[in-house]
Nanobody, 123 residues
Framework: VQLQASGGGLVQTGDSLRLSCAASGRPFSNNAMGWFRQAPGKERDFVAAINWRGDSTFYADSVNGRFAISRDNAKSTLYLQMNSLKPEDTAVYYC?????????????????WGQGTQVTVSS
C-alpha cells in the first residue's frame, strides 16, 4: 500500500499550488482521505478531509476559503488546491487514507500515510 504525494515547491505569498496524492496497492475509493501538514518543530496538523464519494469536505479554519480538497476515484488520486498562499502555510504536506468512509480531523482516524511533499511560501 502506497500513497505518493507530489506537487510541492517554493512559491511566493499569494501564489497557488496543487498537490496530488496517488494511491496504489489497494483501492481507497471507499475510504475518506485527508491532508495534514507539519511545520518544523510543530505537531502534524489537520488541513482538509473528504469523504469516500467526494461530496462532503471539511477544512481547518486556517485554510477554509483558500484551499480545496478533491478526489478522482477512477484515478485513485487525491488533490489539494491551495490558493492565496501565506508564509504560515510553509510545511511538509502529507496525504492520508481514513479508516472509514467519513473522517474528520483526528490523526487517529487515518491509518495510511504518504511520505510528504514540501511547500515553502516566501514573503
Amino acid at each position: 500500500v502506497q500513497l505518493q504525494a507530489s506537487g510541492g515547491g517554493l512559491v511566493q505569498t499569494g501564489d497557488s499550488l496543487r498537490l496530488s496524492c496517488a494511491a496504489s496497492g489497494r483501492p481507497f475509493s471507499n475510504n475518506a482521505m485527508g491532508w495534514f501538514r507539519q511545520a518544523p518543530g510543530k505537531e502534524r496538523d489537520f488541513v482538509a478531509a473528504i469523504n469516500w464519494r467526494g461530496d462532503s469536505t471539511f477544512y481547518a479554519d486556517s485554510v477554509n476559503g483558500r484551499f480545496a480538497i478533491s478526489r478522482d476515484n477512477a484515478k485513485s488520486t487525491l488533490y489539494l488546491q491551495m490558493n492565496s498562499l501565506k508564509p504560515e502555510d510553509t510545511a511538509v504536506y502529507y496525504c492520508a487514507a481514513g479508516r472509514k468512509s467519513y473522517s474528520r480531523s483526528e490523526r487517529a482516524d487515518y491509518n495510511y500515510w504518504g511520505q510528504g511533499t514540501q511547500v515553502t511560501v516566501s514573503s
